[in-house]
């Protein structure tokens, strides 16, 4: 049986996070900054854990992949705890993958490639900067801003609820985003149409999330609100970090136009219960 690990005790995760693709969003939920829960079979020394991130509505799995027991109680907990009828997982490492592929054999398994950006340089932003005119729709003038506790209770931006649903489902509340998190948005006309933010933070790494609403795609608007935020968060020395299906053509370009460089690859499986 797999029991949920009390926060307190997270910091026995850590040996599992050595090595492997070092997730930031593993890390953000084990340092209890980003929402979500772990499960293992043994709580009190844990060699294999199943980590829920509650921002990408995934799961991770850590540790020894041959811990038999750990994996026969994942059985159970998928069969009778999980709700959902399928549902996504990747392993810290590499070793996962034969196990996951192997152990849920009678199950319907569907494998996708993730790419993962790290930053490489400041040169594009840096082009940007120097290039002439700001950012605009068919219908005017877009103003890029930091989202800060001032601007969201000021009552002069627009269109709130698009933020908070982007922001709630990383952070649990607004205000545990602005003690960690950062964000830039586009806004036209005070109606916030777009917007780039920190959906999980590991220390000095930001995991970003780009949003533009259906009427203002293809505008450039994601480009120009990722840019801010790249650069809000390279003023503090703080690293920008993009993951994104390899499928995704639109948005590993756009990693790739921002100055990001693809670092590694890994397998995401979509299970069916």
């Known amino acids: ?43 009190k020394h844990p060699a294999s854990a199943l980590l829920w991130a509650e921002g990408l509505g995934g799961f991770f799995l850590l540790g020894d992949e041959t811990n038999k027991s750990f ?46 950006y ?6 594009q932003i840096d082009n940007d900067v120097r290039a002439a005119g700001a950012p605009k729709t068919s219908d005017s003038p877009v103003q890029i801003e930091q989202l800060t506790a001032e601007s969201l209770s000021s009552g002069l931006m627009k269109n709130l609820d698009f933020v908070e649903s982007e922001l709630l489902g990383f952070w649990g509340s607004l ?4 003690q960690h998190g950062v964000a830039y ?37 994601a480009y120009w609100t990722a840019k801010a935020c790249i650069q809000g968060l390279r003023d503090k020395k703080l690293y920008p970090y993009w993951d994104c299906s390899s499928g995704n053509e639109a948005s590993w370009r756009l990693a790739q136009k921002l100055g990001f ?6 397998n995401l499986y979509s299970i069916e219960k």
């Open 261 to 266: 460089r693809k670092a590694a690859e890994y």
């Open 185 to 221: 948005c586009a806004l036209q006309e005070d109606r916030i149409v777009s917007i780039c933010y920190s959906g999980f933070v590991a220390r000095s790494t930001h995991t970003l999330g780009v949003k533009t609403l259906e009427p203002y795609r293809q505008q450039g608007l």
């Open 175 to 178: 205000n545990q985003f602005m």
């Open 118 to 123: 790290k930053w490489h340089t400041q040169d």
């Open 1 to 43: 049986m797999l029991y949920e690990l009390e926060r307190k005790n997270y910091w026995l995760l850590e040996p599992m996070l050595a090595g492997g693709f070092q997730f930031p969003e593993v890390s953000a939920v084990i340092d209890s900054i980003n929402s979500g829960w772990v499960v293992t079979n043994d709580p």
């Open 71 to 116: 994996l026969h109680a994942l059985d159970y907990f998928i069969d009778y705890r999980l709700v959902d009828s399928w549902f996504e997982v990747a392993g810290m490492h590499e070793g996962w993958n034969n196990v996951i592929e192997q152990h849920f054999a009678r199950r319907k398994v569907n494998k996708s490639t993730q790419l993962i």
